[in-house]
């Protein structure tokens, strides 16, 4: 008996070190695919970023937002929200009381921003406006948000210097740039590629909170005008 449960258990051992072998190759492959050939998140896997599993591991929207610093009063660009999870938490932070802070959000698929409206229209939130448009060649005037807030973006992105030079000519001086990567995305961005890019961009390092190699909150300060970021 003794026998036929340790050969059972040796088993069980072998088919799970199987499934995780698996599990970790395709992840390996996605994220290699994913590197050569960026693309935004397809709409079809909107359902799974509010899992339960993904806000206990990696932080709830609440949390994030709490992390980037966002305030009352705030004009805030949202750049590629997708189904808008974040959206209504930046609005409602913003905006609370009498405050007149207002989200801008850009995204670049038509299915996206049609789940954005929804979760608006449902959470009744109406201090939002969406642009349908690509990051890095957005139709807004220079200088016009006091923080630009991404999530998981930077590495959709086949040309993220470009991108962030484009975020710090929306911006204002003075204004931050806030990027929040989670291991659990197949475009993950460690610490160090996204401040060489943001600092290639023009943009200081401002710091970061969490875990480097988990998920962060990465911060990047505007401290010269337009005019300088455009010469660099």
């Known amino acids: 008996m003794r026998l036929f449960a340790a050969r059972w258990l040796r088993g069980l051992g072998i088919v799970l070190l199987c499934l995780v072998s698996i599990f970790i190759t395709g992840q390996v492959f996605l994220r290699i695919r994913r590197r050569l050939h960026?693309?935004?998140?397809?709409?079809?896997?909107?359902p799974y970023l509010d899992a339960p599993l993904r806000r206990k591991l990696f932080g709830s929207p609440e949390h994030i937002v709490e992390?980037?610093?966002?305030?009352?009063?705030?004009?805030v660009l949202e750049i590629?929200?997708?189904?808008?999870?974040?959206?209504?938490?930046?609005?409602?932070?913003?905006?609370?009381?009498?405050?007149?802070g207002s989200v801008t959000c850009v995204e670049?698929?038509?299915?996206?921003?049609?789940?954005?409206?929804?979760r608006l229209e449902r959470e009744e939130v109406g201090n939002v406006e969406i642009i349908?448009?690509?990051?890095?060649?957005?139709?807004?005037?220079?200088?016009s948000f006091d923080m630009i807030f991404l999530v998981t973006v930077v590495g959709e992105l086949p040309y993220p210097v470009?991108?962030?030079?484009?975020?710090?000519?929306?911006?204002?001086?003075?204004?931050?740039l806030s990027v929040t990567e989670q291991l659990?995305?197949?475009?993950?961005?460690?610490?160090?590629?996204?401040?060489?890019?943001?600092?290639?961009?023009?943009?200081?390092?401002?710091?970061y909170?969490?875990?480097?190699?988990?998920?962060?909150?990465?911060?990047?300060?505007?401290?010269?005008?337009?005019?300088?970021?455009?010469s660099l």
């Open 162 to 176: 470009a991108f962030l030079r484009e975020c710090a000519r929306v911006l204002k001086v003075g204004g931050v």
């Open 132 to 143: 349908q448009a690509d990051g890095c060649h957005m139709p807004l005037p220079e200088g």
């Open 209 to 230: 909170v969490g875990i480097p190699w988990w998920s962060y909150t990465a911060s990047y300060r505007k401290t010269v005008s337009n005019s300088v970021v455009s």
């Open 108 to 118: 670049v698929q038509s299915k996206m921003i049609e789940l954005l409206r929804q």
């Open 67 to 75: 992390r980037a610093g966002v305030a009352l009063g705030m004009r």
């Open 38 to 46: 960026p693309e935004p998140m397809p709409p079809e896997i909107a």
């Open 80 to 100: 590629g929200p997708g189904p808008g999870l974040f959206t209504t938490v930046l609005a409602r932070r913003v905006a609370a009381g009498k405050s007149s």
């Open 184 to 207: 659990c995305d197949p475009d993950f961005c460690l610490p160090g590629m996204v401040r060489r890019c943001a600092e290639a961009a023009g943009l200081e390092d401002a710091g």
